[in-house]
């Protein structure tokens, strides 16, 4: 397996995962059973996020990149979670109407997970278990990860990878291109 990694940001590419990441089953913020499968053919970039952290700003720059290259095929999911100095604590309503209100954000944020730990979701087990695309646990709030249009994941980001650097944009554009 090939893997890069950049310091002070990690970059880590994937290139030999054979896990299926397209149907594991995660819910919308309105309770919904969704998967990957259902943004077929996008970019995705996931991000866990939290209201309360230092990297709260990025909405601002998540946004930017949604608005700047949804109508190419990217799709950036939103995935709260309380794992990281309790930054998330509010319920998925408070979270949504602050996204909203805050950062304007109309990129997808779904249900509340954990993204580490015991009850780790199923979704990042797969891209950050032993076995994953990324192993290793997700650092803190506002991790990236870059998914393909065929579903494969292409790269991860921690989270000082700022939503408009280069490297991040770079990535984005190249599998848009795909």
Wanted: hydrophobic share 40%; with cysteine; glycine share 10%.
């Amino acid at each position: 397996m090939l893997h890069r990694i950049l310091i002070p940001t990690i970059l880590l590419t994937a290139s030999a995962f054979a896990t299926d990441i397209s149907n594991i089953p995660f819910k919308t913020a309105e309770g919904k059973e969704t998967r990957l499968s259902a943004y077929s053919g996008k970019v995705i970039l996931l991000v866990n996020v939290a209201s309360k952290c230092g990297f709260t700003k990025q909405y601002t720059g998540l946004q930017k990149l949604y608005e700047d290259h949804r109508e190419k095929g990217l799709v950036i999911i939103g995935f709260p979670c309380n794992n990281f100095g309790g930054q998330e604590p509010g319920t998925i309503a408070e979270i949504q109407d602050f996204c909203s209100t805050k950062f304007n954000v109309t990129f997808p944020i779904m249900d509340k997970i954990d993204v580490k730990g015991e009850n780790q979701h199923p979704l990042y087990t797969a891209l950050t278990g032993k076995d994953g695309a990324f192993p290793g646990d997700i650092k803190w709030n506002f991790g990236k990860i870059l998914i393909g249009k065929d579903g494969k994941p292409l790269a991860r980001f921690d989270s000082s990878t700022k939503p408009e650097s280069k490297e991040l944009a770079d990535a984005i554009i190249a599998a848009l291109g795909r």
